[in-house]
């Protein structure tokens, strides 16, 4: 049974043995740095390198489930990016527009 299942994932249409295997592999990286970059402080982040990881990560996230076939690996780390581009967004959006307020309000 293991051995179908693996031949079956081998001769897929987006198995091991196409691109539309190896480029979201080998995308998991940009998530995994911006993961890497959580201990980053929020100073040092980039509005539009974080809004454009956040932007791929949605847009192709919806285009990963209207193509044939569909790419469930293309989707998951395009989730990824999304979800880290946007943690990311909201961590600087909290440092450059809200962190002033609160410490006005914790000195008075």
């Known amino acids: 049974m293991a051995a ?3 031949q079956a994932f081998w001769n897929h ?5 196409t ?3 190896w ?3 080998f995308k998991w990286g940009i998530s995994i740095a911006n993961v890497a970059d959580f ?6 982040l980039s509005y539009p390198q974080q809004i454009a990881v956040a932007c791929t990560g949605i847009v192709w996230s919806r285009y990963s489930t209207v193509i044939i076939p569909k790419n469930w690996n293309l989707f998951s780390v395009n989730i990824a990016m999304a979800g880290t581009g946007l943690y990311q967004l909201s961590r600087k959006i909290r440092h ?9 309000v914790a000195q008075e």
């Open 4 to 6: 179908s299942k693996l």
């Open 13 to 17: 249409p987006a198995g091991p043995k």
């Open 19 to 21: 691109i539309h295997f």
């Open 23 to 25: 480029a979201p592999t």
């Open 39 to 44: 201990s980053k402080p929020p100073e040092k």
């Open 96 to 104: 450059d527009y809200f962190s002033d307020e609160e410490v006005a």
